[in-house]
């Protein structure tokens, strides 16, 4: 096969590797434009500010979590996550009757945790969530208490392996 044929047989197969992958990609970018047309008319809500919150400080933990295999709880950067996440999950069980909280707090999250949390996991998420947070002293955790920053680590470790991240 001489080189000329070859680099036109490539050229046809990655046109048509491209052609094949456009409507994924179609898909792809029609469900970010309705999450994100959901999440813009939910974003004046203190709720869904907070499940942003959340989702970004959950995000980085993963990422902290994954790359060392445990959350360094010595490193300031994984506790300033871990107050974020505290912070931001603190009215949880205040509005454990308000179906409204928990919707727009839940698309939030979704929307801001990176395919970490979805529609599907996000009920059980938030509760484990709100459970973490409840038992929890934000002062405590700012003071770098070692019990309570080792038992909120432990939890949320064990909530990342729960996500199978």
């Not at 434009?33 to 993963?62: F, Y």
């Not at 970490?116 to 955790?141: C, E, P, R, Y």
Request: net charge neutral; charged share 25%; with cysteine.
């Amino acid at each position: 096969m001489s080189k000329k044929h070859f680099l036109t047989s490539a050229a046809v197969v990655l046109l048509m590797l491209a052609f094949s992958v456009m409507p994924v990609k179609a898909q792809f970018s029609e469900i970010f434009r309705q999450a994100h047309k959901t999440v813009s008319a939910l974003n004046d809500t203190e709720a869904c500010h907070k499940g942003q919150d959340a989702g970004k400080a959950l995000k980085s933990i993963q990422r902290k979590y994954r790359k060392n295999k445990s959350l360094n709880t010595t490193d300031e950067a994984v506790l300033k996550d871990m107050i974020r996440l505290v912070e931001a999950c603190s009215d949880l069980n205040a509005n454990l009757s308000a179906a409204s909280y928990w919707r727009d707090f839940g698309a939030g999250l979704v929307y801001s945790s990176g395919g970490l949390v979805s529609t599907n996991n996000q009920g059980s998420v938030i509760k484990d969530l709100g459970d973490m947070s409840a038992d929890v002293s934000v002062q405590k955790l700012s003071e770098a208490d070692e019990e309570t920053v080792n038992e909120l680590a432990d939890n949320i470790e064990s909530l990342l392996r729960k996500l199978g991240r």
